[in-house]
């Protein structure tokens, strides 16, 4: 059983081939001390219970809901590379962020999803936008994951012109934030509108729209960099 607390930090507790079967996250009752573990239902503490790692967010001082999400994606990574992309054999821990494999002794470290997400400043307005995907029912904001060969501002670019047909300039990086989703690093950014009709494209989008300030609709949690990145332009009157 893994186990991820306060006192622990996280290489110091992972696990050396452990095959893990279930990545729960389980929070003490009265909220102060997490673990992050791979047990079984049998092996839950008294005085603990299941919480899913998005939930923590709204439970868990910020260190600890980054501390989890850490060892969610190491957990994730240990379970996708149990054998080796080259060669076939088994993977060992060779550190407490990679693995090597037993054979050919090729080794690998976990890969993220980066992925860009950016908020359209058009005079005193804002692009909001509601994917397809999204969880509940709000307003967000353009998002897309980097592609090969592409830098992160060409990224922005080509998820706007693909998703609504704008053009943009002005690009300004904003900030980055982990998104243990599974695996995945989220980089914002604001951007100034510079041409073209609203047009939804490549059908990720079911709407978009452009709103002033004091005529916003529903929009993500406090968790997101899609949030973030609207109370920034919020503050900014
Ligand atoms: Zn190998």
Redesign the pocket.
Known sequence: MLCIGREARVPDVLPTGVACEAVRLFVESNKEVCYMGCCSLEELPEGYEWMDLRESFHVLPEAEYRMAGKASELLYFDRQHR???????P?EWSSAISKR??????EIWPKLNTAIIVLIHRGEEALLVKAKNFRRDYYGLVAGFVETGESLEECVVREVMEETGLCINNIRYFGSQPWPYPMGLMIGFHADYAGGELELRDGELRTAEFFTRDNIPAIPGKMSMARMLIDDWLQSR
């Open positions: 054998y080796c992309g080259l060669c076939g054999a993977m494999c037993t054979q050919c002794g090729d």
